[in-house]
């Protein structure tokens, strides 16, 4: 074969394995959005003063108070997940600032008497610590040592040669302190230790993590390809039979496809499970409401019976449907993932405030079932009004609402997602500023609701970073470029493959028994206990 010959297949199979890309290639910013990006910064900026001011050194400010609470563990969880927004957005001084904090905190001890969170920590203090170290250039070697020192005493979570992590240790001893844990607590430390794998230079970070997942993939399962959510790390059997995109289980299926596109991994396990989880969904879970049609992923219960149930945390599964999608070239699934994000917008386009509850429920064309009281009347006129009700009223300071509105706007350029953006950023100043800085609300029906006295880490991790990167340059941390960790950490990623997966359809493993155990559960994204 002539060299020309070589040199010319060689650049048509090249041609031919290309990868489309995620983001729409000719998206153009309204001349509006810096004008709301500047209001998105300063929200930032008058949330972190007051953070400076009050609760420096802290997990989190408690703006109505004007003091300060430790519930991670005392290492400055504000710190750790501000920083890689900082960078974002320009403000160097405060990062460096973060940088020697860090630098001078012991992580090798819990500064206060809890447990330590394996999952917490490492999407918040792990990630947050990693992803900075990227943006910055790879400039401050300090923020891997930090996620190393943690990443070291978390590593004892495994126990023996168990493949699966307990979700809560003892720093003192290394000894876990609860008997049960879930999917998302066990599978959603891929994306961080790989990357800790990789600026180490210890492919143990790795290892342990996808032995957890590869566990959880070839499991026995209620529904094909969708574990139960909860699981006993001794074991590694599943405890109940609840299925869920929701809390406790969330980030397990958000990360399957993620960690194929981080890594661009050989192994096609991943992303086929991701694939087979959503070819469940789309069989089992999907529902429209009777009134206007909104889709929504219900939860599938103990009882094998339909929950029609809606959450704020679940709400990132539009935007990971969207991603997913794009990434296995397969526009059912980017389209599916619009209709869902649309939908738990309309959760926000419909309340008072036009911010967005905690928790909702639905009528489908199966009833309105949802393991709790049926509907009050004042709840069905709300439903008839917009196509869901409301179940828990507060709003936390969440961020998947916007985060799935931001992958949708990337991807499409509609600017219903652009407008959508500008109404939570209009609500937000409007509605959440506290006594300082900002601060969720109790009731998102109520345009005087008390205010929530906890401003958590991922405010500025998540929502204003969220927020922000939608009136960005868009190719300013790209989708094409980046995967976000379930925190919105985002982590430089290699050129992406032609497409992910094996491409020959859903790939549930061979049918296994499901005789799950029963046992109690850690609770899900708990608030802290004066809140309540």
């Known amino acids: 074969m002539t060299s020309f010959r070589r040199w010319f297949l060689a650049t048509l199979v090249a041609f031919a394995v290309k990868a489309e890309s995620v983001q729409k290639s000719d998206l153009q910013l309204p001349l509006s959005a810096v004008v709301y990006q500047a209001e998105v910064k300063d929200i930032f900026v008058t949330s972190y003063e007051a953070y400076q001011k009050y609760a420096w050194g802290y ?21 750790a997940d501000a920083m890689g927004t900082m960078w974002i957005m320009g403000l160097t001084d405060w990062f460096e600032q973060a940088v020697n904090f860090t630098a001078n905190a012991d992580f090798t001890i819990s500064h206060t008497p809890d447990t330590v969170s394996l999952f917490e920590t490492t999407i918040r203090y792990v990630g947050g610590f990693l992803s900075a170290y990227e943006l910055s250039g790879e400039k401050y070697p300090v923020l891997v040592e930090k996620a190393q020192d943690l990443a070291d005493q978390m590593a004892y979570a495994w126990i023996g040669n168990q493949s699966i992590p307990y979700g809560h240790i003892d720093f003192t001893n290394n000894q876990p302190t609860l008997d049960t844990t879930n999917i998302a607590e066990a599978g959603t430390l891929t994306l961080e230790w790989n990357r800790l794998s990789k600026y180490t230079g210890n492919s143990t970070y790795q290892t342990l993590a996808e032995k957890s997942v590869q566990h959880m993939i070839q499991m026995s399962t209620p529904l094909p390809g969708m574990p139960a959510q909860g699981i006993n790390p001794k074991t590694g059997d599943a405890v109940g039979g609840y299925v869920t995109w929701g809390g406790g289980s969330d980030s397990y299926f958000e990360y399957l496809i993620k960690y194929a596109r981080l890594t661009n991994t050989d192994d096609n396990s991943y992303a086929d499970a991701w694939l087979t989880a959503v070819d469940t969904s789309m069989k089992k879970l999907l529902r429209f409401s009777t009134v206007d049609n909104w889709l929504y992923l219900a939860d599938y219960d103990d009882k094998k019976k339909i929950r029609h149930v809606g959450s704020h945390l679940a709400c990132f599964y539009g935007g990971n449907w969207i991603l997913g999608g794009k990434l296995t070239n397969n526009e059912t699934l980017v389209s599916l993932g619009l209709q869902l994000t649309d939908a738990c917008w309309n959760t926000y386009a419909s309340t008072t405030t ?9 009528v489908s064309s199966d009833g309105n079932y949802t393991g709790d009281t049926a509907p009050s009347q004042d709840q069905l006129d709300f439903y008839y009004k917009h196509g869901f009700y409301i179940t828990a009223s507060d709003y936390y300071l969440r961020p998947e609402v916007l985060e799935s509105n931001f992958y949708a706007w990337r991807v499409t350029g509609d600017p219903k997602y652009y407008n959508n953006a500008v109404s939570a950023t209009i609500s937000f100043k409007k509605y959440l500023p506290a006594n300082v800085a900002y601060a969720g609300i109790y009731d998102v ?9 906890d401003m958590e880490s991922f405010w500025f991790a998540e929502a204003l970073k969220y927020l922000y990167l939608t009136f960005d340059d868009p190719n300013h941390i790209s989708l094409d470029e980046y995967v976000f960790n379930t925190e919105c950490h985002p982590f430089k990623a ?11 359809g859903p790939h549930p493993v061979p049918w296994q028994p499901f005789s799950p155990e029963r046992a109690p559960l850690p609770a899900v994204s708990p608030k802290p206990s004066f809140l309540h």
């Open 354 to 362: 036009g911010i967005g509850p905690e928790v909702f429920a639905y």
């Open 494 to 504: 290699p050129p992406a493959k032609s497409s992910y997966g094996s491409g020959l």
């Open 445 to 453: 029906m109520r345009v005087d609701s008390d205010k929530i006295d």
């Open 59 to 79: 997990d989190d400010l408690l703006p109505v108070s004007e003091t300060y609470f430790d519930g991670r563990n005392g290492w400055g969880a504000s710190i």
